[in-house]
């Protein structure tokens, strides 16, 4: 069975860094390209950013642009989601998912093969 399990999200204030996680089991990390993709309340799930499965490519919506970064350890089976300089608009639920030899920008009605159940992360002003 396949899962992605996300970690890292919490309280941070403004300005403050947090790391995400997201550890897949059950095949290879290494045949995925993977993306993060975020919900804030009220509003729709939206890509954020993501990685294709060889490593060599990376998208950013404008948003997260100089502020995340995303990146892979394929021999932790680990996407990492490491999140600067954040701002209350970042509060969300984050979401990681995986698309078998995808790269690195999805559409929001992509299908990806498996999702997270997300982690919450919530900016204060």
């Known amino acids: 069975q396949v899962t992605l399990v996300e970690s890292g999200g919490g309280l941070v204030q403004a300005g403050g860094s947090l790391r995400l996680s997201c550890v897949k089991s059950g095949r290879t990390l290494s045949e995925f390209g993977m993306g993060w993709f975020r919900q804030a309340p009220g509003k729709e799930r939206e890509f954020v950013t993501g990685?294709?499965?060889?490593?060599?490519?990376?998208y950013y919506i404008d948003s997260v642009k100089g502020r995340f970064t995303i990146s892979r350890d394929n021999t932790k089976n680990t996407v990492y989601l490491q999140m600067d300089d954040l701002k209350p608009e970042d509060t969300a639920v984050y979401y990681c998912?995986?698309?078998?030899?995808?790269?690195?920008?999805?559409?929001?009605?992509?299908?990806?093969?498996?999702w997270g159940k997300g982690t919450l992360v919530t900016v204060s002003a």
């Open positions: 998912a995986s698309r078998r030899y995808g790269g690195s920008y999805y559409k929001i009605d992509d299908p990806m093969d498996y």
């Open positions: 990685i294709s499965f060889g490593g060599a490519s990376t």
